[in-house]
C-alpha cells in the first residue's frame, strides 16, 4: 500500500438544529459531500435536549454514512470544528476512513473487585489508543482505569465522563447499532498513528520536595519537615498574585515517572490539597501517595491554562507528520467559565494543528495518561491527535 492509500481521511461536521433526526439527516450529506461513504469509525456528541431521540439520530448517521463503528454519547455540551457549543441544541460528528486499522469496540458494566472480564473488555496489548467514554453516575471509572493500568501498562487511554442530562439514569452511550445506558463504552485502535495531548493547566510555585513520609493519600514530612510547615513556608514565598491563585485552591502535583532528570510540564498528575492537620503537620490530597515519589505544589488559572495546552500541542506539531484529524475531551469547567470568552479550547488545538476536522465534548472528567499511566483528571483538556503515518522505509 502506497503512503497516499495509507494516510487517514477525516471531516467533521456540526450542527444546531432544533430536531435530532433533522440534524442527523444534514450532518450526513454534509459528512458524505466530503468523504463519501463506508465510513470506518465515527464519534457523535449530542447535548441533552437530544436525549431521548439518540438512538434515532445515530441509526440515521450510521446507515447514510455505512458507519462500520460508531462510539458517543449524550454531555453537557460539544464541539465542532473550532466552535464550542456549551449549551445546545448541537450535534457533532467525526467521521473518518482508516486505511489499514483494526477497530474493535466494547461495553462494559464491571466492578473493579472483580477484575477485567474477558468477555467484556478486550486485550489492549499493541494498542496504538484506546478511548473510554463512562456513565458517571454509578461506574467506577478509576477503578476500571488502574485495572488496565496494571494490565496494559503504557497504552494511552483518551475519553471522558459523559454527563448525561446532569442526573442518573438520563445517560445515552452510543456503540455501533445499540445505545446503552449504564456502563462504560470503547473502541481500542491498532495500526493507526495517534498522539495524546494532555494539558492539566496548572503552574508550578516553590520548590520540589520528596515525600519522606505517607500514609494512603496523607503526606505527613516533606523533605524531612512536616509537610504542612512546608507548604506554609512556600506560599509565603509566593508572589502576590500566585498567592490570590493560591487562595482559589493549591494542587499538589505528583510525579508518576521519576526516571527523569528533570520535571516539565506533563510529568505531574494534578491532585487537590484536601485538607490539612495543624496538630500533626500533614496534608491530604486527592491521590494514594508514596515515600519517595516527588511533589510540587502549583496553583490553576486562566492564563496558565491557554500557556499549557498551547504547549502541549505544539509538541504534537512539531513531529514534522501532517494532522489528519483530532477528538477532545474537554472538563465543563473550562469553556467560559475558565477564559470568559468562547471556544477557548477549540480554537487553539484548530488553529495550532491547522485541522478543521476535530470533535469533542464537554466532560465531568477527562481520561489521559501521565507518563506511562492513564488517571481520571478535572479541568483539563485531553486531545486526541490522528497524523498521518510515518513514510514506509
Given at each position: 500500500?502506497?503512503?497516499?492509500?495509507?494516510?487517514?481521511?477525516?471531516?467533521?461536521?456540526?450542527?444546531?438544529?432544533?430536531?435530532?433526526?433533522?440534524?442527523?439527516?444534514?450532518?450526513?450529506?454534509?459528512?458524505?459531500?466530503?468523504?463519501?461513504?463506508?465510513?470506518?469509525?465515527?464519534?457523535?456528541?449530542?447535548?441533552?435536549?437530544?436525549?431521548?431521540?439518540?438512538?434515532?439520530?445515530?441509526a440515521?448517521?450510521?446507515?447514510?454514512?455505512?458507519?462500520?463503528?460508531?462510539?458517543?454519547?449524550?454531555?453537557?455540551?460539544?464541539?465542532?470544528?473550532?466552535?464550542?457549543?456549551?449549551?445546545?441544541p448541537?450535534?457533532?460528528?467525526?467521521?473518518?476512513?482508516?486505511?489499514?486499522?483494526?477497530?474493535?469496540t466494547?461495553?462494559?458494566?464491571?466492578?473493579?473487585?472483580?477484575?477485567?472480564?474477558a468477555?467484556?473488555?478486550?486485550?489492549?496489548?499493541?494498542?496504538?489508543?484506546?478511548?473510554?467514554?463512562?456513565?458517571?453516575?454509578?461506574?467506577p471509572?478509576?477503578?476500571?482505569?488502574?485495572?488496565?493500568?496494571?494490565?496494559?501498562?503504557?497504552?494511552?487511554?483518551?475519553?471522558?465522563l459523559?454527563?448525561?442530562?446532569?442526573?442518573?439514569e438520563?445517560?445515552?452511550?452510543?456503540?455501533?447499532?445499540?445505545?446503552?445506558?449504564?456502563?462504560?463504552?470503547?473502541?481500542?485502535?491498532?495500526n493507526?498513528?495517534?498522539?495524546?495531548?494532555?494539558?492539566?493547566?496548572?503552574?508550578?510555585?516553590?520548590?520540589?520536595?520528596?515525600?519522606?513520609?505517607?500514609?494512603?493519600?496523607?503526606?505527613?514530612?516533606?523533605?524531612?519537615?512536616?509537610?504542612?510547615?512546608?507548604?506554609?513556608?512556600?506560599?509565603?514565598?509566593?508572589?502576590?498574585?500566585?498567592?490570590?491563585?493560591?487562595?482559589?485552591?493549591?494542587?499538589?502535583?505528583?510525579?508518576?515517572?521519576?526516571?527523569?532528570?528533570?520535571?516539565?510540564?506533563?510529568?505531574?498528575?494534578?491532585?487537590?490539597?484536601?485538607?490539612?492537620d495543624?496538630?500533626s503537620?500533614?496534608?491530604?490530597?486527592?491521590?494514594?501517595?508514596?515515600?519517595?515519589?516527588?511533589?510540587?505544589?502549583?496553583?490553576?488559572?486562566?492564563?496558565?491554562?491557554?500557556?499549557?495546552?498551547?504547549?502541549?500541542?505544539?509538541?504534537?506539531?512539531?513531529?514534522g507528520?501532517?494532522?489528519?484529524?483530532?477528538?477532545?475531551?474537554?472538563?465543563?469547567?473550562?469553556?467560559?467559565?475558565?477564559?470568559?470568552?468562547?471556544?477557548?479550547?477549540?480554537?487553539?488545538?484548530?488553529?495550532?494543528?491547522?485541522?478543521?476536522?476535530?470533535?469533542?465534548?464537554?466532560?465531568?472528567?477527562?481520561?489521559?495518561?501521565?507518563?506511562?499511566?492513564?488517571?481520571?483528571?478535572?479541568?483539563?483538556?485531553?486531545?486526541?491527535?490522528?497524523?498521518?503515518?510515518?513514510?514506509?522505509?
Amino acid at each position: 500500500m502506497n503512503d497516499l492509500n495509507r494516510r487517514p481521511r477525516i471531516v467533521s461536521a456540526l450542527s444546531v438544529a432544533d430536531d435530532a433526526e433533522e440534524a442527523a439527516h444534514a450532518l450526513a450529506a454534509d459528512l458524505r459531500s466530503k468523504l463519501g461513504s463506508n465510513v470506518d469509525l465515527a464519534f457523535v456528541f449530542l447535548t441533552p435536549e437530544h436525549l431521548d431521540r439518540t438512538a434515532a439520530a445515530a441509526a440515521i448517521l450510521r446507515e447514510q454514512l455505512g458507519v462500520r463503528h460508531i462510539l458517543g454519547c449524550v454531555s453537557q455540551g460539544v464541539i465542532g470544528g473550532d466552535r464550542e457549543l456549551e449549551r445546545g441544541p448541537a450535534i457533532s460528528v467525526w467521521a473518518a476512513r482508516l486505511p489499514g486499522a483494526e477497530i474493535e469496540t466494547f461495553h462494559t458494566t464491571l466492578m473493579p473487585d472483580v477484575g477485567i472480564d474477558a468477555a467484556e473488555i478486550p486485550d489492549l496489548e499493541g494498542a496504538e489508543v484506546t478511548f473510554l467514554l463512562a456513565d458517571p453516575f454509578g461506574f467506577p471509572t478509576d477503578g476500571l482505569l488502574k485495572l488496565l493500568n496494571d494490565a496494559y501498562p503504557g497504552v494511552p487511554i483518551v475519553g471522558g465522563l459523559a454527563t448525561g442530562a446532569g442526573r442518573p439514569e438520563t445517560q445515552a452511550l452510543i456503540l455501533d447499532d445499540d445505545v446503552k445506558h449504564e456502563g462504560a463504552i470503547g473502541v481500542v485502535l491498532r495500526n493507526v498513528a495517534v498522539a495524546v495531548a494532555v494539558s492539566q493547566g496548572c503552574a508550578p510555585v516553590g520548590r520540589e520536595a520528596v515525600i519522606t513520609s505517607a500514609e494512603s493519600n496523607v503526606i505527613q514530612e516533606l523533605a524531612g519537615e512536616r509537610a504542612l510547615d512546608r507548604l506554609q513556608d512556600e506560599f509565603g514565598a509566593l508572589s502576590e498574585r500566585e498567592q490570590k491563585l493560591a487562595a482559589q485552591g493549591i494542587l499538589a502535583g505528583l510525579v508518576i515517572d521519576e526516571n527523569k532528570p528533570a520535571y516539565e510540564r506533563g510529568d505531574f498528575l494534578m491532585r487537590g490539597v484536601l485538607g490539612v492537620d495543624q496538630d500533626s503537620g500533614s496534608i491530604a490530597v486527592g491521590e494514594s501517595v508514596r515515600v519517595g515519589q516527588t511533589i510540587r505544589f502549583h496553583v490553576r488559572d486562566a492564563m496558565t491554562a491557554s500557556e499549557d495546552l498551547e504547549a502541549v500541542i505544539s509538541r504534537v506539531a512539531q513531529d514534522g507528520r501532517a494532522v489528519s484529524g483530532a477528538v477532545l475531551f474537554t472538563c465543563n469547567g473550562r469553556g467560559r467559565n475558565m477564559f470568559g470568552v468562547p471556544d477557548h479550547d477549540a480554537g487553539a488545538i484548530s488553529g495550532a494543528l491547522a485541522a478543521d476536522a476535530l470533535a469533542g465534548m464537554f466532560c465531568g472528567g477527562e481520561i489521559g495518561p501521565v507518563g506511562s499511566r492513564n488517571f481520571l483528571h478535572g479541568f483539563t483538556a485531553t486531545t486526541a491527535v490522528f497524523l498521518e503515518p510515518a513514510p514506509a522505509s
